[in-house]
């Protein structure tokens, strides 16, 4: 089953058939919002809002354990992610699609582990992640390619079916918020080599592989960052670019589904494998 994240702005999933909603209490706390299930091109998906149904969780206090392990517990094997960001690189418009395929995390203060070795909480089940919390295993999974490559090739066929303006590349930079970045900071993403900067990209990625699961993130460009437009930023830009593009995520997201085999054809199942101390 597919999971899929809504980011600010997208708060609910519009034209899902026979939903369900679940509320759940993992181990990690409650997960940000009630995880709605229902049908997508005649598949079956479940959905969390990000920051909670009345945008009630700031970046940092997402419980973005909660999240993951909630959809792991309802059987999620794939997560989209849906983002808004800022856009660094100046080839990345306002109103661009971005399918993000590197990252560079520069929060401080983030849960961004399952995996605490003598300090992990116990749980049930008897696949590998529940087990490897058990016996409170120190875990390192490898993030060399850690957006999940058949994910991003059938994203960006949709894309290029639906003739959405869009990027098949780009480095999300991570910052923590809730503030928007300075325009020194900015500089100093440009020289790192980020394309765009968010404040929501991690740790949900790396909690992802954690569970071995796929995970891909597609954002889009709400306004250039800052120091990069000259004009002060705000939240308003933001939610209003991703009302303006809710049609258009929505044709995404059913395109996107119906591609998306049930076979996974990808190695991030395996991410676990040779992680553990």
């Not at 792991?72 to 094997?77: F, I, R, Y």
């Not at 520069?106 to 003598?118: M, N, P």
């Not at 066929?157 to 970045?181: D, I, M, N, W």
């Not at 394309?195 to 709400?222: H, I, K, N, Q, W």
Request: glycine share 10%; with cysteine.
């Amino acid at each position: 089953m597919l999971g899929i994240i809504g980011g600010s702005g997208l708060y609910r999933m519009d034209g899902l058939k026979n939903l369900r909603e679940v509320s759940l209490n993992t181990p990690f706390g409650e997960p940000s919002s009630p995880v709605v299930l229902g049908g997508l091109s005649g598949k079956q998906v479940a959905f969390i809002s990000r920051h909670g149904l009345n945008h009630q969780y700031p970046p940092s206090l997402v419980p973005y354990r909660a999240n993951l392990w909630a959809f792991k517990e309802l059987g999620v094997k794939r997560v989209l992610a849906i983002s808004a960001v800022g856009a660094i690189n100046e080839r990345f418009k306002p109103g661009d699609f971005v399918v993000v395929d590197d990252l560079i995390d520069l929060t401080k203060r983030r849960e961004d582990t399952f995996y605490k070795g003598f300090y992990s909480v116990d749980v049930q089940g008897e696949d590998k992640p529940s087990k490897l919390l058990r016996e409170k295993k120190v875990v390192h999974v490898d993030m060399t390619q850690a957006y999940c490559p058949h994910m991003r090739k059938v994203l960006i066929e949709t894309l290029e079916q639906l003739k959405l303006s869009y990027h098949p590349a780009g480095v999300y930079a991570c910052t923590e918020g809730p503030r928007f970045e300075t325009p020194a900071e900015i500089r100093a993403i440009k020289l790192l080599g980020g394309d765009v900067v968010g404040m929501t990209g991690y740790p949900e990625v790396a909690l992802a592989r954690e569970l071995g699961m796929c995970y891909a993130s597609l954002c889009v460009v709400a306004n250039p960052a800052a120091g990069m437009a000259g004009y002060r930023l705000t939240s308003e830009e933001v939610i209003s670019m991703m009302k303006n593009k809710e049609e258009e995520i929505k044709e995404v997201l059913r395109l996107f589904v119906e591609k998306l085999p049930e076979e996974r054809l990808c190695k991030c199942e395996e991410s676990l494998e040779g992680a553990e101390v």
